[in-house]
């Protein structure tokens, strides 16, 4: 406990001008800037996979799409999104 009273003590002596010194010199420890990037990123490729995904109702060549069309197209698509072509 004398320690805590050394310590009151010690900061009781400091002028405002020492003070304002040392808080100067002592760095936090919060971030400055947070990284957003990856979430960036993330978001962008959410974005383009769902401007262009296949809706199973549009047709192709005057037909509907069947199941497995719609499931492969999709599949496709998904495949370019995440390797990085811009579609």
């Not at 310590?7 to 002028?15: K, P, Q, T």
């Not at 800037?33 to 769902?50: H, Q, W």
């Not at 495949?79 to 811009?86: A, I, K, T, Y």
């Amino acid at each position: 406990m004398s320690s805590i009273t050394d310590i009151d003590a010690l900061i009781e002596s400091l002028s405002p001008e020492q003070i304002k010194a040392i808080m100067s010199v002592v760095a936090s420890k919060k971030p400055t800037k947070v990284d957003t990037s990856r979430k960036l990123r993330r978001m962008a490729l959410t974005d383009l996979y769902f401007s262009v995904e296949p809706k199973p109702h549009h047709k192709i060549s005057d037909r509907p799409m069947s199941p497995e069309e719609y499931s492969d197209m999709r599949e496709s698509i998904r495949q370019q999104v995440l390797s990085g072509v811009d579609l």
